[in-house]
């Protein structure tokens, strides 16, 4: 996802290492500080010896404040350990989502409250009168704003390789309709693109997935979105409460979950069809090609 305005360069696809490299995204507590019996005595010193040189007042300030710089660092390594992703791996990029995270939402599982009038008035499913099975087991665990990343239940290599072939051969099949290029959200990362979109996304974009953790991002009718949410294929992205916020993203931006299994995969497909009904306004049908991939891979 980017936090800088979208360009008018030309998308050009974009190639991704073709090797199914291990997660290695990795979180780390906020602070923690363990003394030993040394150091404890050291630090009880140190702080009679503060308190008798410096005014007490000013001591407890410093002593409530030293563990800032730890915080910090702590937190900026975990922005790192993210990867690549819209905003630049820099500090300044990280003060930048530092500043963000005051307007995240509180809730990303709480469907989004719209009150003005959208096209299509009803969203994919209700139009084909189909549904979604509940996703089996917990939530994964998410972080980050800019790049936000998936950090356990893996998705399946196979079932990832299935679905980038799946949307480049979908975009193949439908060239006035569907495009394939680099995410205009995360300036990396492949991506399925609307030719001609009737609701606004970044450069008509309907969905991109993440090579890192294999989950991915898209946009969808509010009600399909509440769907998606209640049945827990995904969750809203934290910039997705609309208003100033949509120069980041769209109010319909959210994560769906990496696929585990060939069934999640299918289920995944019919949620980017979703994706694309809200974007084009068309219907399409993504197929898997089981033959030419899952057996290849196998």
Not at 95 to 122: G, M
Request: charged share 20%; net charge positive.
């Amino acid at each position: 996802m980017s936090l800088s305005e979208p360009s008018t360069a030309q998308i050009m696809v974009q190639s991704e290492p073709q090797t199914d490299a291990p997660m290695c995204m990795t979180q780390h507590d906020v602070l923690q500080i363990t003394l030993s019996g040394p150091g404890l005595v050291l630090t009880i010193i140190g702080i009679i010896i503060s308190i008798r040189i410096l005014h007490p007042s000013l001591t407890c300030t410093l002593i409530a404040l030293s563990p800032l710089p730890l915080i910090i660092y702590n937190d900026y390594e975990n922005f790192l350990s993210l990867g690549p992703g819209g905003t630049p791996s820099t500090f300044l990029g990280y003060l930048k989502i530092t500043y963000l995270r005051l307007f995240a939402l509180s809730d990303p599982y709480k469907p989004a409250i719209f009150t003005d009038k959208i096209y299509p008035s009803v969203g994919y499913y209700q139009c084909v009168h189909t549904w979604l099975p509940k996703r089996i087991g917990p939530r994964p665990k998410i972080a980050g704003i800019a790049p936000q990343r998936q950090l356990d239940q893996p998705g399946c290599p196979k079932m990832y390789r299935a679905l980038r072939q799946s949307l480049e051969n979908l975009a193949e099949n439908h060239p006035k309709s569907l495009r394939t290029g680099t995410s205009c959200f995360e300036k990396k990362g492949l991506a399925l693109f609307a030719q001609n979109p009737i609701n606004a996304t970044c450069r008509g974009e309907i969905c991109h997935v993440h090579h890192s953790d294999r989950s991915m991002h898209m946009n969808l009718h509010p009600d399909d979105a509440k769907i998606v949410l209640e049945k827990g294929w995904g969750e809203r992205h934290p910039l997705a409460r609309g208003g100033w916020m949509g120069r980041y993203v769209p109010r319909e931006f959210i994560m769906v979950y990496a696929p585990r299994n060939r069934a999640e995969l299918d289920v995944v497909c019919r949620i980017i069809e979703a994706a694309g009904f809200w974007v084009s306004g068309e219907r399409f049908e993504i197929k898997v090609e089981k033959d030419r991939v899952l057996e290849v891979a196998e």
